[in-house]
């Protein structure tokens, strides 16, 4: 495959969009990357499917745009191993979270966030973060005792003296809810919620 | 008494490139002094008979040469003036800096009156003053007995010069006495290290004007201009030189084994040992952190050499230069732990692979893992510790290790062509002839893969390399039974003491910093003390070498040329001085220092910049030469005889910003009449009080350069900000003063501000009016 | 050693220890009681969105927003040192932390947000915490203490298999302040040294992930699972008993998922998980029910801990 680089187009712009990112905590590290591919040597998604980090920053540097639609980057576990190591102090971790963000704003991926609402749920209506019902089958089926135990999860804490209780004051919620409001976060939310709507 | 002085003017014609557009007739007519001359051609040798007359004749006592640029023809005129003394010569540059840049005869006539007026008035300000000479000592320290100060120390006693090695360990030699095989790019071949390097070190044990210290380091060192009195403390060796015949019957006897680092720990020697088989001194150690004093080797000894006593010595020496060779040491391995070194025998390091494969090794030269077994498959993992940010990490790239792979790779390939040897690299480094090698190794079926590898882990018997073959955007786990880092090079310990104790600069990481990486590489900012080999930055023998030839050729500059200082410097009034240390901390340039109780300036170390005045509470310091007074004269000599309507602009500019000025001229660009240009010897000198009172009369704008590069550049950018302040504070127009960086290339660019300051100050001067 | 700070601590609640092992805080407060640590849990700390956040929900400025909430509160009870149970939390609020003071137009906008909406009283001053001074997990005070750990040891696990989990998220986001390494983490090691047992200290996948990989475990198991066997696998080898967690996140992917890994890799993994605070509670005497919280384990911790010997 070939490809031509014309006169006036500038790939770089990409990096200096990522750069510019609030997320980014490398400065121009992402331009500093010389391909060494001691990211991927440490990546587990790398070593157990096709996702590779230092190719994302070649695409990115090449100004490649379509790694916005490429399902491969939801496979980074954000472990951070590649930002704790890289030789040039770039950040392929930072850089993968900053393009998922970057697509979502684009409303690129939302059906990767279908499932993910749960979070979004409790934490605006509850203040408090939680792993979404909808996994719950699942983790019943995997998971021998779970939900027994989640049954029970009351008194185990009674037992272990824990206060303050689990659920914050309607106060703290109504803050959090705010917050969460004039952030933009409900909106964005209500948006891929109306997404998923259509979708389905 | 300064004013009754008698100046005589010589003006110079310049074969028409002054007379042309200066009218020199008015220029006679204005000058009020007690002789005018004007010829032709001044610079020419029958100009020193006519100033030398002229000065005889009338008796003067200051001369002013009104002829083109200081830079140009300084040296000859002041070498014309004599018998007077150098220093009451001035010359107004009536050329450079005003007839090549202004058209305008009559405007230009004016400028010149103006620039001679002011030399006039700065002459007179003058005092005769001698060039301070220092001749230093000729012995040599040299810090550091490896290959680069062996270099160095040979150099220099070849040229009849005293030297003393002060070397750390029992014996010189340094890390080219365990490296194995060296190789040339040129050849394509591997040759005996030491082979190479024993000629030196005979010829250098066998030299007159050579001693050698070993078990020694400088511990103590005091510096008095061109002279340093270093302590050096020698640890004993338990084992007399002059009686040891090192035959080794010690070592049989002795009953303790410990890993012997000279191997990189891979065997084991006894606790009394000889370095290497070609350790010089040719004798024997006792390693007392071991030994448990049985006594069995002094029994054994026929020499009588053992003496189980003894005690560190102190040794003082006075030297007049010392070059730093203290050499480099390898990245500590546990700091990156990923790579198994310190839990698995055969990950190894290049330098551990060299005492493998060298034939005085722990296995006589064969390559075998730690079971006794060849190795199936070598993998080398290139910039452990460099071109690594992270922390414990190195930035650079220590240059050597590439090479250094290509030739242990081949060392394997020709004792073992079945051994597979893989170089996992990011770049392969081969600049130069070492690009040939690079293919040679290539041709020895050598592999390379493309990845920076993340860890390597046991499994089984064999190790699993875990990296990206990033050509083909791949993470593979490469299988190998050997596995050898290519670890950083970074600055010994003994370099970063060395540079403590002698105060010199070192570099973000710790190596000795050089003055200027281009054109001063192997001097130090420490006046007399020079660099060579690994303790500046990572390089190879050959580049080691080099730059140890280089420093004692340097050494010679000072011992045969001795030193000539502008007298310009600092002087200390020690009734005044109270040995508050403040102008030491301030000092740019290291001058200062408190020996014997007193603040002593190094004269060889003092730029005369001044920056020591300010701090002084008790006005015990004064720089020689009435700088203060001759800046003051000059500006009032510019602004003595300025017309209402006229617009003067003072800019003060040094040495760099000076030639930069001159090559407007030589460039016949232009700029504004208004512009009068004042050369100083620093632009430091130019002090708040100057500014101010170049303002209070009459000077409508003051422009000051400076080269960014000089030492004193932050220094000035404060001072001008702080008086633009004060000046705001005062109610006048901070935009009255510029400033600005000079380049002497970017003469344009100054052109081009000195014609928009000048536009700026006539819109301030019509805004007012 | 970084300055550790043992008073006016907050301690941070965590969504994922309240729910899933709530022993691990019981343990912390049985652990922080026994050293004399100064700490103090608030009912107006919300959790630190870390499970939305990293699932692509949260933006930066969701998330920082909530933290200068929660900054907010500690600064107003005088407890500027927030001590987080969970890697996560650790990660995100030190991240919080670092850009609120040193990106200016993230803390404007904040600032500006809740100025315009009547909470002008959680706005963020500049270097009003401090990412080193001010943000610690657990670890790093238990690390601190870790000569009175010596003093407090009533039970010996010495005979026991250990082997450790770093959670990446204190160990190489902020590598620059992890105590005792991040490329071969030893935090963990020496606290269990300090609690006078030996670990086996490096392993295959030693400094890997857990495999949790946020999203991955729920919408990517196969890849998620497959993570976690490379380092089960690698335990398994080394024929460990007791893993021990600083993480609630990698304790609900071992313990919780340990019988499924097992299935789908053919093998029988024996190991129990606990939090550091949980096996240091336990050396020191904390009661299994009422401190331990061995109730919400899904891997029996009697399975392996059978009986205590008293330390001699």
Not at chain 2, 347 to 373: A, M
Not at chain 3, 188 to 203: F, N
Request: aromatic share 8%; glycine share 6%.
């Amino acid at each position: 495959m070939s490809s031509k680089q014309n006169i006036d187009d500038s790939p770089i712009d990409f990096a200096e969009e990522i750069i510019h990112d609030y997320k980014n905590s490398k400065d121009e590290g992402v331009l500093k990357c010389v391909q060494c591919g001691m990211c991927t040597s440490t990546c587990p998604a790398a070593r157990h499917s096709d996702y590779n980090p230092r190719d994302i920053i070649e695409r990115v540097l090449d100004g490649d745009k379509s790694i916005l639609n490429d399902d491969l980057l939801w496979n980074c576990f954000y472990c951070y191993t590649c930002h704790s190591v890289c030789p040039v102090g770039n950040s392929v971790c930072e850089v993968n979270q900053i393009l998922k963000q970057i697509a979502i704003s684009n409303e690129i991926g939302y059906d990767k966030l279908y499932e993910y609402m749960g979070f979004a749920d409790s934490y605006f209506t509850a203040a408090i973060g939680a792993i979404p019902e909808i996994f719950f089958e699942d983790i019943k089926k995997d998971v021998p005792g779970w939900w027994e135990f989640r049954q029970n999860l009351g008194e185990i804490r009674d037992e272990l003296e824990l206060t303050p209780p689990l659920m914050p004051s309607k106060e703290v919620i109504d803050e959090v809810s705010k917050i969460l409001t004039i952030t933009g976060f409900k909106e964005k939310i209500e948006k891929i919620r109306s997404s998923q709507e259509v979708s389905q | 008494m300064r004013d009754d002085l008698k100046v005589g003017v010589f003006l110079c014609e310049c074969g028409g490139n002054i007379s042309d557009v200066i009218d020199l007739d008015r220029v006679r007519e204005e000058l009020d002094v007690e002789f005018v001359g004007q010829f032709e051609n001044l610079c020419s040798l029958n100009g020193r008979k006519i100033i030398r007359d002229a000065i005889f004749d009338h008796d003067l006592d200051r001369v002013v040469v009104a002829a083109c640029s200081p830079i140009s023809h300084e040296k000859t005129f002041q070498d014309y003036v004599k018998p007077l003394n150098p220093y009451l010569m001035d010359m107004a540059n009536i050329r450079e800096q005003c007839s090549w840049v202004h058209d305008d005869s009559k405007k230009a006539t004016n400028k010149a009156i103006t620039l001679i007026n002011a030399s006039i008035e700065k002459v007179k300000q003058s005092d005769a003053v001698d060039p301070i000479y220092c001749q230093t000592p000729d012995e040599v320290a040299i810090i550091g007995g490896g290959i680069a100060g062996m270099n160095a120390a040979l150099s220099l006693a070849r040229q009849g010069t005293k030297v003393t090695i002060i070397e750390q360990s029992p014996s010189i030699g340094g890390h080219m006495a365990k490296i194995g095989k060296v190789f040339s790019p040129v050849k394509i071949a591997e040759e005996c290290g030491m082979c190479l390097l024993n000629p030196i070190l005979n010829e250098l044990v066998w030299n007159n004007n050579i001693e050698v210290l070993t078990n020694a380091k400088v511990i103590e060192a005091e510096r008095r201009a061109g002279t340093y009195n270093l302590i050096v403390e020698q640890s004993p060796r338990y084992v007399d030189i002059e009686k040891c015949i090192a035959c080794g019957k010690c070592a049989q006897v002795c009953e303790v084994e410990v890993p012997d680092d000279w191997n990189d720990g891979l065997s084991t020697r006894k606790a009394i040992y000889r370095p290497f088989g070609q350790s010089y001194p040719e004798s024997y150690v006792i390693d007392m952190e071991n030994c448990t004093k049985c006594g069995e080797c002094f029994r054994e000894c026929n020499m009588k050499a053992i003496k189980l006593r003894g005690k560190n010595e102190r040794i003082p020496l006075q030297v007049g230069s010392i070059i730093v060779a203290t050499g480099h040491k390898l990245f500590d391995m546990n700091k990156r732990p990923e790579y198994g070194y310190t839990r698995y025998d055969d990950v190894i390091t290049q330098s551990e692979l060299g005492r493998i494969t060298g034939v005085n090794g722990p296995t006589k030269g064969k390559l075998l893992k730690s079971n006794g077994e060849v190795p199936k498959r070598v993998v080398m993992i290139q910039c452990v510790g460099s071109r690594d940010e992270k922390p414990d990490g190195h930035k650079y790239c220590s240059k050597i290790c590439c090479t250094v792979a290509l030739k242990n790779a081949n060392i394997i390939k020709h004792k073992n062509p079945d051994t597979d040897v893989v170089v996992c690299y990011t770049d392969v480094r081969t600049p130069g002839m070492f690009e040939k090698y690079y293919k040679h190794t290539q041709e020895n079926e050598v592999r390379f893969i493309r990845g920076r590898p993340g860890e390597v882990v046991k499994k089984g018997d064999s190790f699993i390399v875990r990296t990206e073959d990033t050509l083909k955007g791949e993470f593979i786990e490469i299988e190998a039974d050997m596995v050898v880092l290519s670890t950083a090079m970074e600055p010994s310990d003994g370099t970063i003491e060395i540079a403590e104790i002698l105060n010199i600069g070192t570099t973000e990481d710790g190596f000795i910093k050089e003055s200027h990486p281009k054109i001063k590489p192997v001097t130090t900012d420490v006046q007399g003390v020079f660099v060579c080999g690994t303790a500046q930055d990572p390089k190879d023998i050959t580049e080691s070498i080099m730059q140890a030839t280089a420093s004692a050729s340097k050494v010679s500059e000072y011992n045969y040329g001795g030193v000539e200082i502008e007298p310009f410097i600092a002087e200390i009034d020690k009734e005044k001085c109270n040995l508050c240390g403040d102008c030491i901390q301030r000092c740019k340039y290291k001058a200062m220092s408190i020996q014997n109780d007193e603040i002593y300036i190094d004269p060889m170390a003092c730029t005369g910049c001044g920056k020591c005045l300010i701090g002084c509470a008790h006005k015990a310091i004064t720089v020689n030469g009435n700088i203060d007074e001759k800046i003051t004269a000059t500006i009032k000599g510019v602004l003595s005889k300025k017309q209402p309507d006229e617009r003067t602009i003072l800019v003060f500019l040094d040495n760099i910003g000076y030639t930069a000025a001159d090559n407007i001229g030589v460039n016949r660009l232009s700029y504004p009449e208004s512009i009068h240009i004042i050369k100083v010897i620093s632009v430091n000198r130019v002090r708040p009080k100057h500014i101010k009172y170049a303002l209070e009369n009459g000077a409508d704008g003051v422009f000051i350069g400076e080269f960014p590069g000089d030492l004193m550049y932050d220094e000035v950018e404060r001072k001008v900000q702080r008086v633009k302040k004060t000046l705001e504070e005062l109610n006048e127009d901070p935009e009255r003063i510029a400033f600005s960086k000079v380049y002497i290339p970017y003469f344009t660019g100054l052109a081009r501000k000195l014609i928009d300051f000048d536009k700026q100050i006539q819109e301030l001067n019509e805004a007012e009016s | 050693m970084k300055n550790v700070p043992d008073s006016n601590i907050l301690l941070f609640r965590s969504c994922l220890v309240s729910v899933e092992y709530p022993g691990v805080e019981s343990s912390t407060k049985f652990v922080f009681d026994k050293l004399g640590v100064d700490y103090e849990i608030s009912e107006k700390q919300t959790c630190c969105t870390g499970l939305g956040h990293y699932s692509d929900v949260f933006t930066q400025i969701d998330t920082s927003a909530i933290g200068a909430r929660n900054f907010k509160i500690a600064k107003n009870l005088n407890r500027p040192n927030l001590v987080m149970m969970c890697a996560t939390c650790y990660a995100i609020n030190k991240k919080s932390v670092k850009l609120l003071n040193k990106n200016d137009d993230l803390r404007n906008e904040i600032n500006g947000l809740f100025e315009d909406n009547g909470l002008k009283h959680l706005t963020y001053e500049k270097n009003d915490l401090l990412p080193t001074e001010n943000i610690f997990h657990v670890v790093d005070i238990l690390y601190g203490k870790k000569d009175e750990i010596e003093k407090n040891i009533k039970y010996d696990l010495s005979e026991y298999k250990i082997a450790t989990h770093h959670g990446c998220h204190y160990c190489k986001v902020h590598y620059e302040d992890t105590i005792a390494g991040f490329r071969d983490p030893n935090i963990l090691d020496e606290l269990v040294e300090a609690c006078g047992c030996k670990t086996i200290g490096w392993y295959d996948h030693k400094r890997a992930t857990c495999g949790t990989g946020f999203r991955q475990r729920y919408s990517n198991p196969d890849l998620s699972f497959t993570a976690t066997a490379d380092k089960m696998n690698a335990l398994d080898e080394e024929d460990v008993e007791i893993l021990i967690h600083l993480c609630p996140n990698c304790h609900i992917q071992f313990d919780r998922y340990q019988h499924l890994i097992s299935k789908r890799e053919n093998k029988n993994y024996k190991a129990i998980h606990l939090n550091i605070a949980q096996f240091i509670a336990i050396v020191m005497g904390g009661d299994f029910n009422k401190v331990i919280g061995v109730k919400s384990h899904t891997v029996p911790i009697d399975s392996i801990i059978k009986e205590l010997k008293e330390v001699k």
